[in-house]
């Protein structure tokens, strides 16, 4: 079964952190992560970090110099380490990746996996 499933996200004090990872398995022959966003509840789907052609990325202003997106290819894996985090960040985080499978590249996200921030 191709997927690709986040984990990592819990409950944290303000100021704390947290790594999520995002790992895609399954009878894939390449991967290509596009990127972390997020969504707190009323509001729509943002974005949070993305991994752009080589190895630069990009990020919302509201992280910037407090998450980093990564990934390790040898283990088909996405990170994103996210420090000093604030109220605001609270809200499931999604990763997405376009995975290339035999009948082609198709876009998958995972289940999400909650962040809150409070004391």
């Known amino acids: 079964q191709v997927q690709v499933v986040e984990s990592g996200g819990g409950l944290v004090q303000p100021g704390g952190s947290l790594r999520l990872s995002c790992a895609a398995s399954?009878?894939?022959?390449?991967?290509?992560?596009m990127g972390w966003y997020r969504q707190a509840p009323g509001k729509q789907r943002e974005l949070v970090a993305v991994?752009?052609?080589?190895?630069?990325?990009r990020y919302a202003d509201s992280v910037k110099g407090r998450f980093t997106i990564s990934r390790d290819n040898a283990k088909n894996t996405m990170y994103l380490q996210m420090n000093n985090l604030k109220p605001e960040d609270t809200a499931a985080y999604y990763c997405?990746?376009?995975?290339?499978?035999?009948?082609?590249?198709?876009?998958?996200w995972g289940q999400g996996t909650q962040v809150t921030v409070s004391s």
């Open positions: 997405n990746a376009h995975l290339t499978i035999i009948t082609g590249e198709y876009s998958y």
């Open positions: 399954g009878n894939i022959f390449s991967v290509r992560f």
């Open positions: 991994m752009q052609s080589g190895s630069s990325t």
